[in-house]
């Protein structure tokens, strides 16, 4: 590495020095001449590269806090059976389409919520299990404790 304005060898790190509005890279005499620029800054992060921290999953208040088991075709058709009912029959104890049983007993329609427990009650059965966000959900109360303002602020509005 040679000074760019004088031409001597440089020993150890050339001094970037702006003259005239260009960067020289020189050797220490020769930096007097310029205005020494400092190192490059280190490179910061682009806003494209953030790690997405600042959208934290909201609470997803209005989603179910329990769901359908994975089973509930068979568990469905099973209990009919043993209730010695007709797909008819069960559609008329919970006011449904014959053909919504059908859908749900050949697994092609999970049950909402309130369909799960029409057919809970009426078959005697259990459809729903709790899930994980259901914990979580029992947990807000130590969760509100943490956090801010802004949490609140959106657990109220959900
Ligand atoms: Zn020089």
Redesign the pocket.
């Known amino acids: 590495m040679r ?6 060898k ?1 020993i150890g790190k050339p001094v970037r020095t702006k003259i005239e509005n260009s960067i020289m890279l ?2 220490n ?2 930096s007097k001449f310029g205005k020494v620029q400092r190192e490059p800054p280190k490179p910061q992060r682009g806003p494209g590269s953030r790690p997405p921290a600042g959208r934290r999953q909201s609470f997803r208040s209005q989603e179910p806090t329990h769901e359908v088991i994975e089973d509930y075709q068979n568990v469905i058709r099973k209990a009919r059976e043993k209730m010695g009912w007709s797909r008819e029959d069960l559609g008329e104890k919970i006011y449904e389409k014959v053909s919504v049983i059908h859908r749900l007993e050949s697994g092609k329609m999970v049950p909402d919520l309130k369909l799960a427990r029409k057919l809970e009650r009426s078959l005697k059965v259990t459809l729903l299990e709790k899930t994980d966000q259901a914990q979580m959900d029992d947990l807000r109360g130590a969760h509100m404790q943490k956090a801010t303002i802004g949490d609140i602020a959106r657990i109220k509005k959900g």
């Open positions: 000074c760019e304005i004088c031409g001597k440089v020189t050797c005499d020769c």
